[in-house]
Each structure stands twice: as structure tokens, then as C-alpha cells.
T-cell receptor, first 110, second 115 residues
Framework: RKEVEQDPGPFNVPEGATVAFNCTYSNSASQSFFWYRQDCRKEPKLLMSVYSSGNEDGRFTAQLNRASQYISLLIRDSKLSDSATYLCVVKGTGRRALTFGSGTRLQVQP | SAVISQKPSRDICQRGTSLTIQCQVDSQVTMMFWYRQQPGQSLTLIATANQGSEATYESGFVIDKFPISRPNLTFSTLTVSNMSPEDSSIYLC????????????FGPGTRLTVT
């Protein structure tokens, strides 16, 4: 089983739609959780950290369910510029390095 | 977040040769990491570059193939040795955030093609 699993997509949605991505992780001792965004042929960029209480940044909402070892990202009112690959990222215990999911590709269409 | 640069941005190399990739950060950072992203795949950690000591390699990566230097807190190099076409990939360095939140920031990457 992969440490971090994501639906690869692609998710094709119209502008203005709401879309949700899910991610599961296998290590129950994982400490920190993130969503990164990666545009084609670019480096990953931090989108947001994910906290147990859930957090929101504009149109983006991230949630963490530790009991189910599940992380989600909700994007409301999708824009064309949201088209990218969204990477679910987990930090385990004992080291600072991150483990990346394989990414979910989003294509927002006009 | 730190500003990270990498050189070269891309290269095409012949099999059997070696390439050294440089990563420069605009501020001192404790943690630096090297990742690989093969075509169509996600990121895989190669090693953690430790200042003043040997790098810590992940399973499947060895020092002879991917020697790493970390001479100070703002600079690191990764060498891809005795290259084969399977080494064609994007190589990214990253640095840890300044605080305890553990997020990381990435350099722009080096796109390597081995022929």
C-alpha cells in the first residue's frame, strides 16, 4: 500500500464548479499535512497546510480526519487558473522530509 | 519563504557521464533535501543534505550514484553519476520552512535528459 494515495483524475470541471479531492495516508503517526499545487513543468508550490480543526483560505478549504487517516481539499467557484495537479503531502515522524502523493490533476474548462 | 535557485535549469547529457546540480538559497537554512520527479510521476526523496556531515539517503539511493555536498547553510550540490537514460528526470532541491510547521519550499528544478 502506498504511504499517500490520491485519485489521479483528471477532474474536468466547468468554471464556477465546486470540486473536492481526497487523500488517504497509511502512517497513523504522521504529524503534518499539506496540499501543494504543481503547474505543468514547474516546481510544487505550497497551497496550504492542513490542520485538525480544518482551515480555509479564500475559495480553498482543507480538512483532516485523523481517525480515518483522510485529508480533503475543496475548491469553490473554480477558475481557469486553478487548472493544475494537486499533491497531497504528509510528514511522518522522526525526520523532516515529506512524502508526496501521486497527485490529482484538475482541468477547469470555460 | 526562501528564494531558491538551481543550476543548470536543464541539460542533455550522454550516458556514462556525470552532472552536478547546484542549489543556492538566499538565507541560511538547516534542512535541505533533494527530490527526483520522473516523467508523469510524483516526487521521490533522494536524500537529506546535512551541513557538516554525510547526506542521509533514502532506500534505493546510494552515495556512489548520487553524491551530495553541503558545504554551508545556503548551498548544496547533487551529482548524478555514470548516467543512464533511466536517470532522465527533474531534480529538485527543497528547504525546510523557518518555523516548526515543517512545510518545504522548492527550487525551480533541473530537467535532465540522458541520451
Amino acid at each position: 500500500r502506498k504511504e499517500v494515495e490520491q485519485d489521479p483524475g483528471p477532474f474536468n470541471v466547468p468554471e464556477g464548479a465546486t470540486v473536492a479531492f481526497n487523500c488517504t495516508y497509511s502512517n497513523s503517526a504522521s504529524q503534518s499535512f499539506f496540499w501543494y499545487r504543481q503547474d505543468c513543468r514547474k516546481e510544487p508550490k505550497l497551497l496550504m497546510s492542513v490542520y485538525s480543526s480544518g482551515n480555509e483560505d479564500g475559495r480553498f478549504t482543507a480538512q483532516l480526519n485523523r481517525a480515518s487517516q483522510y485529508i480533503s481539499l475543496l475548491i469553490r467557484d473554480s477558475k481557469l487558473s486553478d487548472s493544475a495537479t494537486y499533491l497531497c503531502v504528509v510528514k511522518g515522524t522522526g525526520r523532516r522530509a515529506l512524502t508526496f502523493g501521486s497527485g490529482t490533476r484538475l482541468q477547469v474548462q470555460p | 519563504s526562501a528564494v531558491i535557485s538551481q543550476k543548470p535549469s536543464r541539460d542533455i547529457c550522454q550516458r556514462g557521464t556525470s552532472l552536478t546540480i547546484q542549489c543556492q538559497v538566499d538565507s541560511q537554512v538547516t534542512m535541505m533535501f533533494w527530490y527526483r520527479q520522473q516523467p508523469g510521476q510524483s516526487l521521490t526523496l533522494i536524500a537529506t543534505a546535512n551541513q557538516g556531515s554525510e547526506a542521509t539517503y533514502e532506500s534505493g539511493f546510494v552515495i556512489d550514484k548520487f553524491p551530495i555536498s553541503r558545504p554551508n547553510l545556503t548551498f548544496s550540490t547533487l551529482t548524478v553519476s555514470n548516467m543512464s537514460p533511466e536517470d532522465s528526470s527533474i531534480y529538485l532541491c527543497s528547504v525546510g520552512g523557518r518555523d516548526i510547521s515543517y512545510e518545504q519550499y522548492f527550487g525551480p528544478g533541473t530537467r535532465l535528459t540522458v541520451t
